[in-house]
């Protein structure tokens, strides 16, 4: 039986287990700290992690059933009025650039900040 922090996920980060969650790298993680202080101080309020957004419904065509499309968030928190939503990247994959736009187009009102290294 492996240790949590021996898991690796497809992109080779090491996960990472803080309070009782489980971040897929350290990165998301140490973010997940920051963003916790700044709960705590006020800064922000609401915090969730892990939040499913859907993208496109399922449907059906020539008999096939096509599955629905979610892009799920690491963090989603208001601050100052607005809904903010986080992803932690270390990098963006083609996957993620694709799902990316489809969030910008169906939640216009909603602001997506992508998280890299240099921004923690």
């Known amino acids: ?35 916790k202080l700044l709960e705590i101080a006020g800064e922000i309020k609401n915090l969730r992690l892990q939040v499913p957004f859907l993208l496109q ?20 928190y208001e601050k100052k009025g607005k809904t903010i939503v ?10 993620f650039k694709i799902k990316q736009k489809l969030f910008e187009y169906k939640y216009p009102d909603l602001t997506l900040k992508i998280i890299t290294m240099e921004e923690i």
């Open 57 to 76: 419904d399922s449907f059906k065509k020539n008999g096939k059933t096509y599955r629905k499309i979610e892009y799920i968030a690491d963090f989603v």
């Open 86 to 95: 986080e992803d932690v990247k270390g990098m963006k994959t083609d996957v």
């Open 1 to 35: 039986m492996k240790n949590w922090i021996d898991n690796k996920n497809k992109y080779n980060n090491n996960q990472v287990k803080i309070d009782r969650y489980v971040f897929d790298s350290q990165l998301e993680g140490i973010r997940y700290r920051q963003l």
